[in-house]
């Protein structure tokens, strides 16, 4: 038994995805709230969601840019450069919506907001040129994966604003998984996928936390 346990290959795909299911944005309270799908405070909050992940993700080269220039397994070159390629439209999308939305709302300590999310994409760029194999493509399957329900309450804020909804065209789940499944093993692969996962799953709960304490902090300044 204990023989055939060591044998089973893990599935990477499956650990994955209940990792972004449980630790990403899917699992944040923030990102489900009246305060930011519904009622008069909605379209503040989003313009303020929307402002913030561009500052994190919309400008090339980010993440799956870098770990595209940086990748060393030529298995992942397709995936990569569809990830690339839709990520392009992700960022007019997400323009679209700032348009519409407006600019981010006053908030009570905001001078120190841009620079931090500044350091956050710094420290995302490094997991995306880590030499420990697994982490750099653990960190972008992360990303896909958990910009899937990012999406979802980006789509409802756009249609509110009367805007057109374009459909995605990053990777989807199968696409992520037979990526993952694909993988060459390596000693503590799912260590390393689960490292650079977590690291990119850490700053988008980070953000959203930081996105609630900012429209309490409007809301307390009323």
């Not at 905001?110 to 040129?129: C, F, N, P, Y």
């Not at 309450?153 to 037979?178: K, N, Q, S, Y």
Request: charged content about 20%.
């Amino acid at each position: 038994m204990l023989a055939q346990i060591l044998c089973d290959p893990v599935d990477h795909g499956g650990l994955m995805v209940s990792l972004v299911a449980g630790e990403g944005c899917a699992a944040h309270p923030w990102l489900h709230s009246a305060e930011l799908n519904a009622g008069t405070t909605a379209t503040g909050n989003i313009a303020d969601l929307v402002h913030m992940f561009s500052l994190l993700h919309g400008t090339a080269p980010g993440l799956i840019e870098t770990v595209a220039r940086e990748n060393v397994w030529a298995g992942a070159d397709a995936f990569l450069r569809e990830a690339c390629a839709g990520f392009v439209l992700e960022r007019a999308y997400l323009a679209d919506v700032i348009a519409s939305a407006g600019p981010t709302p006053s908030t009570p300590g905001d001078s120190g907001t841009v620079s931090a999310i500044l350091a956050q994409r710094q420290s995302l760029d490094t997991i995306a040129r880590s030499e420990r194999f697994g982490c750099a493509i653990g960190a972008a399957v992360a990303l896909l994966l958990d910009w899937q329900p990012l999406r979802a309450t980006i789509d409802g804020a756009a249609e509110r604003l009367g805007l057109a909804v374009p459909a995605t065209r990053l990777p989807d789940d199968e696409t992520c998984r037979a990526l993952l499944a694909a993988l060459p093993e390596r000693p503590r692969l799912d260590r390393t996928l689960a490292f650079g996962a977590r690291q990119l799953l850490a700053h988008h709960s980070g953000l959203l936390d930081y996105l609630s304490i900012r429209a309490d902090a409007r809301g307390c300044a009323v």
